[in-house]
């Protein structure tokens, strides 16, 4: 932090110059400043819906309800719930990360099944068709299977979530030489440019009036970026406001290929 302060006599205007104050802004501050705003938006965060909870669990359990009203106040009461166990999940998750205490199990992972696996998962609960565009034959990754799987989970979330208008997200897994892609795209809200240096940060959410009404955290992509980084990958993304984003994850491949053209997988 710098600043400049006028020295001398101002009210004879007898200046006498400037003095220059430099001030380290000490690694402590900015500790503080975040578990300050941690504090904030999970107290927030976790509030809203437990509020919401008990309000509801008040009702059903004080008033005379019509099964009706009866079913949908226990569909809410679920909803929010969920919402509290995937925010405290996540926290948890990135904490972990973060610390350095998450613990990788790396092993040879076909990316291609994983991809058909998430994908037939989020079939069975959404209106947006997913169309994969995989390999049939196995593509190797060294990754943790758990967490390449939170990759792709939390991607595919955030393009359905992200294109309400839309009715069909694409996930392609392709192979260029000992990389392997995966790529999400999306033909949704877009990602403001104001917004795409900070999209990786830990809760930060795009404050645009489009997406006011969609529900998030801000640590999916925080968390994306995490596991990436632990598996020596590299994750990028390209979005046209109004159009659609791609976002593409690059991992090594876990083969080499044998003398006689075919291919083996290496183990630790
Ligand atoms: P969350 O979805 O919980 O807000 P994320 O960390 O997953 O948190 O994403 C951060 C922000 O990036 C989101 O708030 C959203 O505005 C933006 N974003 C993420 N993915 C997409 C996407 N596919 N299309 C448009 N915006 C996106």
Same mark, same amino acid.
């Given at each position: 932090?710098?600043?400049?302060?006028?020295?001398?006599?101002?009210k004879?205007r007898?200046?006498?110059?400037y003095l220059?104050v430099?001030r380290d802004r000490?690694?402590?501050?900015?500790?503080?400043? +975040?578990?300050?705003?941690f504090?904030?938006?999970?107290?927030?965060?976790?509030?809203?819906?437990?509020?919401?909870?008990?309000?509801?669990?008040?009702?059903?359990?004080h008033r005379?309800?019509?099964a009706? @009203?009866?079913?949908?106040?226990?569909?809410?009461?679920y909803?929010?719930?969920?919402?509290?166990?995937?925010?405290?999940?996540?926290?948890?998750?990135?904490?972990? +990360?973060?610390?350095? @205490?998450?613990?990788?199990?790396?092993?040879p992972?076909?990316?291609?099944?994983?991809v058909?696996?998430? %994908?037939?998962?989020?079939?069975?609960?959404h209106? #947006?068709?997913?169309?994969v565009d995989?390999?049939d034959?196995?593509v190797?990754?060294?990754?943790?299977? /758990?967490?390449?799987?939170?990759?792709? #989970?939390?991607?595919?979330?955030?393009?359905? @979530?992200y294109?309400p208008?839309?009715?069909?997200?694409?996930? %392609?897994?392709?192979q260029?030489?000992?990389r392997?892609?995966?790529?999400?795209?999306?033909?949704g809200l877009?990602?403001?440019?104001?917004s795409?240096?900070?999209?990786f940060?830990k809760?930060y959410?795009?404050?645009n009036?489009?997406?006011?009404?969609?529900g998030?955290?801000?640590?999916?992509?925080?968390?994306?970026?995490?596991i990436? /980084?632990? #598996?020596?990958?590299?994750?990028?993304? /390209?979005?046209? +406001?109004g159009?659609?984003?791609?976002?593409?994850?690059?991992?090594?491949?876990?083969?080499?290929?044998?003398? /006689?053209?075919?291919?083996?997988?290496?183990?630790?």
């Amino acid at each position: 932090e710098l600043y400049a302060t006028l020295v001398g006599d101002k009210k004879n205007r007898q200046e006498q110059g400037y003095l220059f104050v430099f001030r380290d802004r000490t690694e402590e501050e900015k500790v503080d400043e +975040m578990k300050n705003e941690f504090i904030s938006i999970v107290s927030h965060e976790l509030r809203t819906p437990l509020a919401s909870v008990l309000g509801f669990i008040e009702i059903l359990l004080h008033r005379k309800l019509t099964a009706d @009203k009866q079913q949908r106040y226990l569909e809410t009461i679920y909803k929010e719930a969920h919402r509290l166990s995937t925010l405290i999940n996540d926290f948890l998750d990135l904490q972990r +990360m973060e610390s350095g @205490k998450q613990v990788y199990h790396f092993t040879p992972v076909d990316l291609a099944g994983v991809v058909r696996d998430v %994908a037939d998962q989020w079939k069975e609960k959404h209106s #947006h068709a997913i169309l994969v565009d995989a390999p049939d034959a196995e593509v190797w990754v060294r990754a943790d299977s /758990d967490r390449l799987k939170q990759i792709v #989970h939390n991607l595919l979330s955030n393009a359905i @979530k992200y294109s309400p208008q839309a009715d069909r997200v694409d996930i %392609a897994v392709r192979q260029e030489n000992e990389r392997i892609k995966l790529l999400v795209t999306d033909y949704g809200l877009g990602i403001p440019e104001e917004s795409r240096g900070k999209l990786f940060s830990k809760f930060y959410r795009v404050d645009n009036s489009d997406r006011r009404q969609i529900g998030g955290t801000g640590l999916g992509l925080a968390i994306v970026k995490e596991i990436v /980084d632990a #598996h020596q990958g590299a994750i990028s993304f /390209d979005s046209v +406001m109004g159009e659609g984003t791609t976002f593409s994850v690059e991992l090594d491949s876990y083969t080499v290929p044998h003398a /006689d053209g075919s291919i083996i997988v290496l183990e630790d």
